[in-house]
């Protein structure tokens, strides 16, 4: 860009770099956290209206997600992902952030977007949340919004329930839960809560279960809640291909359910597999992936990579970290045999 450009850019912006998702090609690919179970696309998606705008309101999964989530259709609001919610909740609220760290990146980078301070404590050495270091923070920083991944994106685990109870009930900060990866765990969900406590917002996201191509997300929320973010949404943020897809894809909820327990199980396999590599240490997930430690990591990323097969490097956040998404049957072994002859040979 011409130096005269730069003079009408936003600073919080010109410090920014564009989010890169790092995606190099590889037959085998273990680095998002997609599903590796994807769905056809049934012949009745042709006769949509192209020339129409989208239902704006996503009327038609608002009401199967309000039965099959027992929330009313007014606890909903549905994102371009759960991506764009993070973005529309920060527009909506303002004031300072707060989140652990390591976690999902987006809630610092969204925050830093809209000029927004963000606050991080480190999670303790069991990558469970620092609870007092993170009231004190909220104390002394005036937090407005606290972000929790559970399950965490990369380190895989839940937080301890009564963690999360404690920031919701002893903070004045509204608490999202992001449920991102809550199908892959045995943990039982904060969504009843949210009547319970107005400050409490859950995101879910359709990414992991195979339908990451589409880009929906929802938040569930007090109405009084929703309906402000709301105010923020862009109208037709939801496209007519993907309600209509997503809808008649979550209908079969046998499919659906079937690739989850498969995911599971192939999990629990890959988890027994890394351990049994020596120089391998896995840490135990409730996730789609499993976040790993080993002694090089960038020599094993670039090996794995040189073997057609891509996970996330997270070495600069993590030092000595890998995180591999849970595949097929098939990728799995591959994978297990792959690093298996790396750390031979090393
Ligand atoms: N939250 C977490 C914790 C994630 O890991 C991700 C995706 N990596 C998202 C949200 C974003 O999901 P979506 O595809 O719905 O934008």
């Known amino acids: 860009m011409s130096s005269a450009l730069q003079r009408f850019i936003k600073p919080n912006i010109r410090a920014l770099s564009a989010y890169d998702p790092g995606t190099i090609n590889c037959k085998i690919k273990l680095d998002a956290n997609e599903s590796p179970y994807g769905f056809k ?12 705008y989208p239902d704006s309101k996503a009327q038609g999964l608002r009401e199967f997600l309000s039965a099959s ?6 606890e909903l609001l549905f994102g371009n992902g759960s991506d764009e919610l993070i973005y529309s909740l920060i527009t909506t609220v303002g004031g300072t952030v707060l989140s652990p760290t390591p976690t999902f990146s987006m809630y610092s980078i969204i925050s830093r977007t809209l000029d927004q301070q963000i606050k991080t404590v480190p999670l303790d050495n069991t990558f469970d949340l620092d609870i007092d270091l993170m009231l004190r923070t909220v104390q002394d920083n005036d937090i407005k919004l606290i972000f929790l991944s559970s399950p965490n994106n990369p380190t895989g685990n839940s937080f301890d329930r009564k963690k999360i109870l404690t920031l919701i009930e002893k903070t004045d900060a509204i608490v999202i839960v992001d449920e991102a990866y809550q199908q892959f765990s045995d943990i039982e969900s904060f969504i009843p809560l949210v009547k319970k406590y107005e400050r409490l917002v859950v995101f879910r996201t359709l990414s992991k279960i195979g339908l990451a191509a589409l880009r929906i997300g929802f938040m569930i929320a ?41 995911i599971k199980i192939n999990r629990e396999n890959l988890f027994s597999g890394l351990l049994k590599i020596k120089g391998v240490k896995p840490y135990p997930s409730d996730a789609n992936f499993i976040l790993f430690k080993v002694d090089n990591a960038e020599m094993i990323y670039k090996k794995l990579i040189e073997n057609d097969i891509l996970v996330r490097n997270l070495n600069s956040h993590i030092e000595g970290c890998l995180r591999v998404t849970v595949g097929t049957r098939y990728e799995m072994d591959v994978f297990l045999e792959v690093l298996n002859k790396i750390l031979i040979k090393e």
């Open 69 to 74: 989530l027992d929330v009313l259709p007014s």
């Open 222 to 262: 007090s109405p009084e809640l929703i309906n402000e973010v709301n105010k923020v949404r862009l109208p037709f943020n939801i496209n007519s291909l993907s309600q209509d897809l997503a809808l008649r894809i979550l209908k079969d909820d046998v499919t659906m359910n079937s690739n989850i327990s498969e």
């Open 41 to 52: 696309i049934p012949q009745e998606l042709l006769s949509i209206e192209t020339n129409r």
